[in-house]
């Protein structure tokens, strides 16, 4: 769908073109910002070590008589042993709680991606335009059974709030601790990490199983560019119609007359949009019918968005993709 256009919106209003893959590429991009937070937080990511009740290690070096290399190497020791590449340099009675503001930030980080991608899936199933699966089973709606009601993307929004939230909480956290630790930073921390990671996990498992069963109705998706390209396509019209000789006040003037007679038509009457047809029967426009619909094709008001995703899929996700194609290929078995 990288060349498939389609209406894009600016204010939820129609606005210029795009392409159904250009969209789904933004939303492609923010998750691989995530996945390089991800990345990143993970690099870092070391265990507290054998640092003693207070983090100076006084414990460890009197049990070794002194000797503040076999302490170094306890501590090296105890990392390798849980699976980290090292030890914090410094910690008080518990590592700094910064770095469950790091990992939740980057949870926090996926779930806003998603929330907004389920957003735009909400707006353009009720456009009709994209779709989620739907099971031969589902209802839609207890009372209303012609519903198709988005349940998987509200899910994920809905949870996805949850743990953008969880945030929230480890950054009160770590700003109200006291010198070396208090303890109010316990019960929240149980609470939130393993509900944090447990809620981001759900809804990467709904997005999944989402992605497996999309689906795109194109015919509508033409429709509501039919619906608003003719007004988008008078500038190119007007200068067309110069090229061929026409006096560009006068052709100003006779689109503005003609747009205005045709949102009339749309608006008040509920009919479709006629402005081609208006144009085409126009003396003052120095166009051919065969003229007019070359101008008004689709595909040259999408600029470079085809080649704008295949950059992106080639130049920043694929090579993500064959680091993790062991783990590609997950199948989502969701109830509904």
Known sequence: YKGMPTLGYTHFQPAQLTTVGKRASLWLQDLFFDYCDLEYVLSGLKLRGAKGTTGTQASFLSLFDGDSGKVAKLDSLI???????????????TYSRKIDVRVTNVLSGIAQSLHKMTNDFRLLQSL?????????????SSAMAYKRNPMRSERIASLAR???????STEDTASTQWFERTLDDSANKRLTIPQAFLGCDAILAIAINIF?????????VQKHIDEELP??????????????????????????VLSMEAAEQVKKHGQKNDLIDRVIKSDKIKLTKEEIYKIIDPKKFIGRSAQQVE?????????????????LGIDVDLKV
């Open 231 to 256: 007004f988008m396509a008078t500038e190119n019209i007007i200068m067309e119609s110069v090229k061929n000789g026409g006096d560009r006040q006068d052709l100003h003037e006779e689109i503005r």
């Open 79 to 93: 990392a390798e042993k849980m699976g980290f590449d090292g030890s914090y340099d410094v910690t008080g009675q």
């Open 311 to 327: 950059e992106f899929i080639n130049d920043k996700i694929e090579p993500i993709l064959q680091k993790n194609k062991k783990i």
């Open 212 to 220: 497996q069963g999309i689906i795109v109705n194109e015919k509508v």
């Open 128 to 140: 009709k335009e994209i779709e989620e699966p739907f099971e031969s089973h589902q209802i839609g």
């Open 162 to 168: 949850f743990i953008i939230n969880t945030s929230h």
